[in-house]
């Protein structure tokens, strides 16, 4: 049977200078299992902090009080705390879709592993789409009249 929910996966690095070179997808001898296991999942990053950045970005562009994240994540991206920690961290996408089935999930989480024994990589998360499971958008505190 098919899970009605969709899958996606999220990993950490531990310093700076490896989110860099993640992120600008750089040819390190020490990044290759990562990115052979991207390739063989049809999978590319994304990392966290870009994607906060074009959020905002797109919600100033169309207003924001369209886009319920958006205080939360403006604040986010300019905390340099956070920042920093968003830096280090990177969805993975597969076939250019943003969740995918439990199975591919699984799989490339799977594959990834060896990559936390290592200590390339510090954390991976898999996350479903069942609000259930998901915090609620935070809530503008209501206007007085």
């Known amino acids: 049977m098919t899970s009605q929910w969709q899958y996606q996966v999220r990993f950490d690095v531990n310093d700076s200078a490896t989110a860099e070179s993640v992120h600008r997808q750089l040819r390190d001898p020490a990044l290759a299992p990562l990115f052979d296991i991207l390739a063989a ?6 990392c966290q902090f870009d994607a906060f950045a074009e959020y905002v ?3 100033e562009e169309h207003g924001v ?3 319920p994240l958006y205080q939360w994540t403006k604040a986010t991206i300019e905390n340099p705390t956070k920042k920093e920690k968003y830096l280090k961290s990177f969805t993975l996408y ?3 879709r943003e969740v995918y089935t439990k199975e591919i999930a699984e799989a490339l989480e799977a594959d990834l592993q060896p990559l936390a024994t290592s200590g390339l990589i510090t954390r991976i998360s898999k996350y479903d789409t069942n609000p259930a499971n998901n915090p609620q958008s935070p809530q503008r505190p209501r206007e007085r009249g």
């Open 41 to 46: 999942h049809r999978a590319a990053l994304k």
């Open 94 to 96: 597969v076939d250019d």
């Open 65 to 67: 009080e369209y886009y």
């Open 57 to 59: 970005t797109v919600a």
